[in-house]
């Protein structure tokens, strides 16, 4: 499967934004990018990310199917949540429906990366998902390897939080710097288009999500704990991860025994950019396996 990124690939900006009131709750609002036809596919990304992490591979994935790429609350363009709402997976999951259901799907193929690997992996949990492809995703890290990634992840904020824009922009035109500004999270940054750096390192300092996701993530609850039996599940893990380290994708695997764990070679944490016809791959094969009566939904 060919890959239609390129380092001059320009940073799209969402034009389409949805207003989802569900009910009994306060109604909030999420910014989302859609393409292609066929089954739905919903896409997921990390903390302090925005749904353009997809674009290497959306255009790919759209060839085949209704790809819908959200800007979780909180992050890119979508507003936070308002009061009454937490950035728990507990309340998140039931949001992430209730915008489907807004967008007029069911039961989506569900693909995350980190944080929105954990909340792809929730949502076949609890039924929402005719399959689900989670990369690097969240919830299987031991207490120290947890503290390590969440003060990486604080050390990155501040970064971007500090450094002016004029001197951003001049960093992202360099290969040496877009290393310096994104190495955390791709194994090959140098492949990353400078207004791509740009507008992700943006995201990262304005995301207003990224404490309370933090606050939630050192909770219990937020650990993966239950197997996922009845849809088809791969577990995706860059061999060069820097922030959520290999290792926690065997205990991934161990529990949920049934899922299909993949090696990624040469990528970080956030794969779509350093090999988008691997992820793209790994993606449609975890879709096709669906069977006849599942894709068809409950």
């Known amino acids: 499967m060919p890959a239609v990124?390129?380092?001059?690939?320009?940073?799209?900006?969402?034009?389409?934004?949805l207003q989802v009131s569900p009910p009994a709750l306060p109604a909030f609002e999420v910014a989302y990018e859609r393409r292609g036809q066929g089954e739905p596919m919903l896409l997921l990304h990390g903390i302090g990310h925005h749904w353009q992490a997809w674009e290497p591979v959306l255009s790919v994935l759209a060839?085949?199917?209704?790809?819908?790429?959200?800007?979780?609350?909180?992050?890119?363009?979508s507003p936070g949540l308002p009061d009454g709402l937490s950035c728990g997976t507990d309340d998140i999951v039931p949001l992430l429906a209730h915008t489907c259901a807004a967008l007029g799907v069911e039961r989506p193929h569900v693909?995350?990366?980190?944080?929105?690997g954990l909340l792809a992996l929730e949502m076949g949990l609890?039924?929402?998902?005719?399959?689900?492809?989670?990369?690097?995703?969240?919830?299987?890290?031991?207490t120290p390897e947890r503290l390590y990634a969440f003060s990486v992840l604080r050390g990155m904020r501040a970064g971007a939080r500090a450094l002016p824009d004029p001197l951003l922009?001049?960093?992202?035109?360099?290969?040496?710097?877009r290393t310096v500004l994104t190495s955390t999270i791709y194994a090959r940054p140098g492949r990353r288009s400078a207004?791509?750096?740009?507008?992700?390192t943006r995201a990262l300092r304005q995301?207003?999500?990224?404490?309370?996701v933090l606050a939630e993530g050192r909770r219990p609850s937020s650990r993966f704990d239950e197997d996922i039996a009845d849809i088809p599940v791969t577990i995706g893990w860059g061999d060069r991860d820097r922030l959520l380290l290999r290792r926690q994708g065997i205990r991934a695997k161990h529990t949920i025994p049934g899922a299909r764990l993949v090696r990624l070679r040469g990528c970080g944490h956030v794969p779509m950019n350093d090999d988008p016809a691997a992820v793209a791959r790994v993606v449609t094969d975890t879709a096709r396996a669906v069977g006849p009566g599942l894709s068809e939904g409950p």
């Open 111 to 116: 693909v995350g990366n980190s944080l929105g």
């Open 126 to 142: 609890h039924g929402h998902a005719r399959s689900v492809t989670a990369f690097s995703p969240g919830g299987f890290y031991t």
């Open 195 to 200: 207004d791509s750096v740009v507008a992700e």
């Open 169 to 177: 922009g001049l960093m992202a035109r360099s290969a040496a710097g």
């Open 207 to 212: 995301g207003s999500g990224f404490e309370p």
């Open 5 to 17: 990124f390129t380092p001059q690939t320009p940073a799209r900006v969402s034009a389409s934004s």
């Open 63 to 77: 060839g085949s199917y209704d790809v819908i790429a959200v800007d979780l609350p909180g992050f890119g363009s």
